[in-house]
């Protein structure tokens, strides 16, 4: 079996097929070997997941994913607006998803939730402390918000009915370094 010790690609070349919310990008790169390969990806700003919690109950949003065809049930969160920090973030999508503030707001992990084809960057957060306010989704965010037993968020993500990755994670974060008890 071989071994690289420097497992690095170098850019030549960079052009961007589209800007929007997030970019494509299509890079021409030298490879390990001295080869040129090309790679498409999506440069994206990050984001930020919150999962607010209290007395043994988590918050989940429910929403409709058009990429996937279905609704799911995840922890608030949202992409970082340009100069925000992931706290920042994390606050803001907690107030608009769900019209709540927390009084402790502690980052859990961070991730690359695709890195074959995206450098989105995703910081996680633990809520707690909660009060609740009124809540202001955007425009096109459609959102129900609903409290759930943890015991049975864990049951869901086991079945299947949770498999949004950001909701699965934090969930076994909290099962295994909160001990919660299934």
């Known amino acids: 079996m071989r071994h690289y010790s420097k ?13 929007g919310i997030v970019e494509v990008k299509f ?25 607010p919690v209290e ?30 920090t992931f706290l920042s973030c994390a606050r803001a999508e907690l107030k608009q998803e769900t019209g709540m503030r927390a009084k402790s ?3 859990v992990l961070t991730f ?6 995206s450098s989105e960057e995703l910081h996680l957060f633990l809520a707690t402390g909660l009060t609740r306010g ?18 049975t968020a864990y049951k869901m993500m086991e079945s299947g009915e949770i498999n949004d990755a950001k909701t699965v994670i934090m969930l076994q ?10």
């Open 7 to 19: 497992l690095k690609e170098t850019k030549i070349a960079s052009k961007t097929v589209f800007k």
């Open 27 to 51: 890079d021409t790169v030298r490879l390990v070997n001295g080869h040129q390969a090309t790679r498409l990806y999506l440069n994206h700003k990050g984001a930020s997941g919150v999962m």
């Open 55 to 84: 007395n043994g109950y988590v918050y989940l949003v429910q929403q409709y994913r058009y990429a996937i065809g279905r609704v799911t049930w995840e922890i608030p969160a949202g992409k970082r607006e340009r100069g925000q």
């Open 105 to 107: 707001i502690k980052p």
């Open 112 to 117: 690359h939730p695709t890195n074959a084809f």
């Open 134 to 151: 009124k809540d202001s989704p955007d425009e096109d965010e459609f959102i129900n918000l609903k409290k759930f037993p943890l015991k």
């Open 173 to 182: 974060w909290y099962q295994l370094h909160v001990k919660q008890p299934v």
